[in-house]
């Protein structure tokens, strides 16, 4: 399927993409094969390093997260780093093979201050580092927007995390039109988007079928898309949910790399659940970066060494 045949389309229906995800398994991976090798050529991992910034506290109640103050997990509010500590873990993360320095804060939202200028001092730093930067710090204002935009940012990640119908189950402090509001602020700045969501907790074949169609029908579709498996941490409303199939995960890879051809589908939180041949499937449903280091917010992630082993045995190369 050369590249001039792959189609990208901002009008998926729910029907399509649940008829897709249900597809037989060795179908879909056909047909997401076909997509991602035309779409991507040269198979090329994106390794990404993602630190937490600011950690606990977090004002929203998102069922899923350790790092709730509604929620009674083990994580407690820590003081928010400094920017040079920050900026030495990018260092760190770029000699190990990162080229994507993420960085999270556990907020509601971005409050004008001396933590964001902080946070507009470390951005500046992870771009003179040559790296890609990343924030996911919660809702913003177009003048925030904007003035990370001006130091390099180069993509706000913002999740769905699930579909419409479902949110409601998950949280109750953000509405999904603020959500969506969110995107639109980070898009009409320059920044590119990052911006995906969960499965496993509790929702639908139908509810993953309608995040993806939400995610697929923005045009242009987000640069990068996170595919999470829930990590059911204790402490947290959804403490007691079964663990993800992983031919779940690897269905709904497959499909986000059908409707979205030319986004990033990043392997994210609960790789560390998956076998080696489980994510080698991933990445060969279409999986096209993985967040790459020790931790990944507040739950485990590979390390260093076993994710060079597993990208040497998939024979992909890290670009």
């Known amino acids: 399927m050369p590249d001039h045949l792959v189609i990208t389309r901002h009008n998926w229906s729910r029907a399509e993409i649940q008829t897709l995800l249900e597809l037989p398994l060795m179908d879909l991976l056909w047909q997401a094969q076909g997509v991602h090798r035309a779409a991507n050529p040269g198979y090329q991992v994106q390794l990404a390093s993602l630190l937490s910034v600011k950690t606990g506290g977090c004002e929203e109640d998102c069922a899923y997260c350790p790092q709730s103050m509604y929620n009674s997990s083990d994580v407690a509010a820590q003081p928010e780093l400094d920017v040079a500590p920050v900026l030495e873990r990018a260092r760190a993360a770029k000699a190990a093979g990162a080229d994507r320095f993420c960085m999270g804060w556990a907020w509601r939202e971005i409050r004008d201050g001396a933590p964001f200028d902080a946070m507009l001092e470390m951005v ?35 999740n ?11 949280i109750s402090t953000r509405t999904y039109q603020e959500r969506l509001e969110t995107l639109a602020r980070v898009r009409s700045s320059g920044i590119t988007i990052c911006c995906g969501g969960i499965i496993g907790m509790g929702e639908s074949h139908t509810d993953r079928a309608g995040l993806l169609e939400v995610l697929a029908n923005l045009n242009p579709h987000p640069e990068s898309v996170p595919i999470n498996a829930l990590v059911a941490v204790e402490g947290t409303p959804l403490e007691d949910l079964p663990a993800v199939d992983p031919l779940e995960l690897v269905r709904m890879v497959a499909t986000a790399r059908i409707v979205m051809p030319h986004s990033r589908v990043r392997l994210s939180a609960g790789r ?48």
């Open 124 to 158: 500046r730093g992870v771009r003179q580092l040559g790296m890609e930067a990343c924030v996911t710090a919660g809702m913003l204002t177009d003048q925030q927007a904007a003035k990370l935009a001006q130091a390099g940012l180069t993509a706000y990640n913002h």
């Open 160 to 170: 769905l995390d699930t579909s419409p119908e479902h949110y409601d189950q998950i």
């Open 272 to 319: 560390q659940e998956l076998n080696r041949e489980a994510q080698i499937l991933c990445l060969l449903a279409g999986a096209d970066s993985i967040f790459y280091g020790d931790t990944l917010l507040t739950t485990g992630n590979p390390d260093v060494a076993a994710d060079r082993e597993l990208l040497a045995a998939a024979g992909v190369r890290v670009g």
